[in-house]
């Protein structure tokens, strides 16, 4: 199993420009979710899908767009970026939901908004 | 609403001596508890979790953790220290309230173990 994959690893933007992070998974997992880790603030989730067809909004959801047509896949997009999206962003999955089972986090994009 | 509190941004200490990592934690119902370890330029990896049951737990690389509900607590041990587990360590909490099944990160502890 490759577990959580994540591209690309790096990523400049400039401010206006728009991007999807790619994110996979092979586990067969129910649940996907997307964070942003910033210094000091720990994880903050962005978006989230239960399931194929099914998306909702984390904390922080603005200037961000999900969709979840398969299993494997959760995409996240990035609309118009700003400095403020300059961040570390992780994508995790886990069995139907994060109460009784643990999350497996991919190795992260590291995106930059100048 | 759920919240976690790490109150040390940085924790030093040397190798084969115990460590602990302090988490506090506020939610309405019952706390769901997770430990993660981040190693550089890697994504997160789970090392132990409280739902239920034994107040202490029991995870990965000999850790474990004791849950305290008077104190609202969920701390990090290590009875001896490794160079290699020097990491960043992050506490998680999920309310049983929450139907949300969203987890809510503490900002991270910087665990320093020195040879």
């Known amino acids: 199993n490759a577990g959580v994959t994540q591209t690309p690893k790096f990523q400049v933007l400039k401010t206006g420009q728009s991007m999807t992070l790619q994110c996979a998974q092979d586990?067969?997992?129910?649940?996907m979710s997307w964070y942003r880790q910033d210094p000091g603030m720990g994880l903050r989730l962005i978006h989230y899908?239960?399931?194929?067809?099914?998306?909702d909004q984390g904390e922080v959801p603005n200037g961000y767009n999900v969709s979840r047509s398969t299993t494997e896949d959760f995409p996240l997009r990035l609309l118009s970026a700003a400095p403020s999206q300059t961040s570390v962003y992780f994508c995790a999955s886990s069995y139907r939901s994060t109460t009784y089972n643990e999350q497996f986090f991919g190795p992260g994009t590291r995106l930059t908004v100048l | 609403a759920q919240s976690v509190a790490q109150p040390e941004d940085q924790v030093n200490v040397a190798e084969g001596n115990p460590l602990t990592v302090k988490c506090t934690y506020s939610v309405s119902g019952n706390p769901y508890l997770f430990w993660y370890v981040q190693y550089p330029n890697r994504g997160l990896q789970f090392l132990l979790k409280y739902i239920t049951g034994d107040n202490l737990v029991k995870g990965s690389y000999g850790f474990e953790a004791e849950f305290n509900k008077s104190q609202t607590s969920f701390h990090l041990k290590k009875p001896s220290a490794l160079v290699s587990d020097s990491a960043l360590y992050f506490c998680?909490?999920?309310?049983?309230?929450?139907?949300?099944?969203?987890?809510?990160f503490g900002g991270g502890t910087r665990l320093m173990v020195k040879p």
């Open positions: 899908s239960v399931g194929a067809g099914i998306t």
């Open positions: 586990m067969n997992h129910e649940y």
């Open positions: 998680a909490v999920r309310d049983s309230d929450n139907a949300g099944n969203m987890l809510t």
